[in-house]
């Protein structure tokens, strides 16, 4: 079974579970068994298991006293949101039914700790060879994240291991190696970034081995043409929306340590003239453009759209992305950040968006994104035509730190504001 690596046994007798554990120990496979007699209200799992296998009949209380217990020790061993697959030995079809139908509706279950798959076996018969096939018959978006997670672990160790091989060849211990790590990071500067200076770059390491434990095309082109390649057309704009912001966006902007590459800033009612200054812009100029923008994106057919864009125009809050290159952050450099005019537009029930075939032509400048934040989804109005040096304690003082775009898309971003401003006859501010 690829992907697979820990299990969780829980089972009050033993003894049965002989048969099981020999097969995984064949395989190299680690697991953890549990006597849910022994167990105390303190007890938390080291690990989140990919299989969790447990005995119906835990106890000799009824049926339905069993199943209440089960789902107490899953909610007390399972964090959050674990990805793990729920095999149920029993010989009785009805008792496994009517498990999954109590588990669906735990109160600590149903939201959070689903099982993504779930199946039950004669404890006899139960083995990894036997769960191995019934592995293969779940559907191939489940195995995709499993393999997907597979290359997480393999690329953690290939990354620790070469860290190691790194320390030999060289005839040093590994804390210089991290600490010469650690400077070309963040530069000599270590003390006001202590966290980044270990974390950051560890991206480049892991992606590297990454790169290595990829899955072969035969594997990768058998689990896509059943799952991803067949409804991708239909992935709705909420779930684009909540995708992006999970993708994109890093909410933990109260980090003083971080580099500040990626800020991104809502402008308070003062700076708005100084920014004006700025771009070199009259009031009604930028608002005329602003206008014309979101008449272009959204609907403007019909008084109620037209108000809606209006409405929409009120809502929107005028912030300020920092795109600075990160190494110029990194080695606390005495200069300018590269700070372009962003929009946050909340999207309202009543505005609605301009079908691409008929909708006009966005300006080169301009990049949106979906957003989700605070259980609302939003639009992510990038306007490259607005790109401005502003120093750091000006950033502050004008505006307020909302959150932090992450570097996969700052790099895009960035990307898309330099060409459109290196063209000839462009002027930045």
Not at 72 to 101: C, G, H, M, R
Not at 253 to 278: M, S, T
């Amino acid at each position: 079974m690829t992907g697979i690596s820990n299990v969780l046994i829980i089972d009050d007798q033993f003894e049965e579970t002989v048969k099981l554990r020999e097969s995984f120990d064949r395989h190299g496979i680690s697991y953890l068994y549990i006597n849910p007699t022994e167990l105390t209200d303190d007890y938390h799992l080291s690990f989140i298991p990919d299989i969790v296998c447990c005995d119906i009949k835990l106890f000799n209380g009824n049926d339905n006293d069993n199943y209440t217990k089960i789902c107490d020790i899953l909610t007390q061993l399972l964090p959050e949101n674990a990805f793990y697959v729920f095999v149920a030995w029993t010989s009785n079809k009805n008792l496994f039914d009517a498990l999954k139908a109590k588990m669906k509706q735990d109160q600590y279950l149903k939201s959070s700790r689903q099982p993504v798959e779930s199946f039950c076996w004669t404890k006899s018969r139960c083995t990894y060879e036997i769960l191995e096939k019934k592995f293969k018959g779940i559907k191939p978006s489940t195995q995709l994240l499993f393999y997907w997670k597979s290359i997480i672990r393999q690329s953690a160790t290939g990354t620790a291991n070469q860290l190691v091989e790194l320390s030999k060849k060289n005839r040093t211990d590994l804390k210089r190696i991290l600490t010469s790590l650690a400077i070309n990071e963040v530069g000599k500067h270590i003390d006001t970034s202590k966290h980044l200076a270990i974390t950051g770059q560890l991206h480049s390491l892991l992606l590297d081995t990454s790169n290595k434990a990829i899955m072969s095309d035969k594997i990768y082109n058998m689990l896509c043409s059943k799952s991803i390649d067949k409804k991708r057309q239909n992935v709705n704009n909420k779930i684009s929306s909540t995708l992006n912001t999970a993708l994109f966006v890093d909410p933990s902007c109260d980090n003083l340590e971080h580099i500040p590459a990626g800020d991104f800033r809502e402008l308070n009612v003062r700076a708005y003239k100084k920014v004006l200054q700025y771009t070199g812009q009259e009031e009604g100029q930028l608002k005329e453009q602003k206008k014309k923008l979101f008449e272009q994106y959204f609907c403007n057919s019909g008084k109620s759209q037209k108000a809606a864009i209006e409405e929409a125009m009120r809502n929107s809050k005028l912030c300020l992305l920092d795109i600075t290159a990160g190494c110029d952050c990194a080695q606390n450099k005495e200069g300018f950040h590269k700070a372009v005019i962003t929009y946050l537009v909340p999207k309202l029930p009543t505005l609605k968006l301009r079908d691409k075939k008929t909708r006009p032509a966005i300006p080169d400048s301009v990049n949106v994104k979906n957003i989700s934040l605070n259980n609302g989804e939003y639009l992510m109005i990038i306007d490259a035509k607005y790109l401005m040096g502003l120093k750091q304690n000006e950033l502050s003082m004008i505006s307020t730190r909302l959150f932090r775009i992450r570097e996969h898309m700052l790099n895009s971003i960035r990307q898309n504001v330099y060409a459109y401003n290196s063209r000839i006859g462009t002027s930045t501010f």
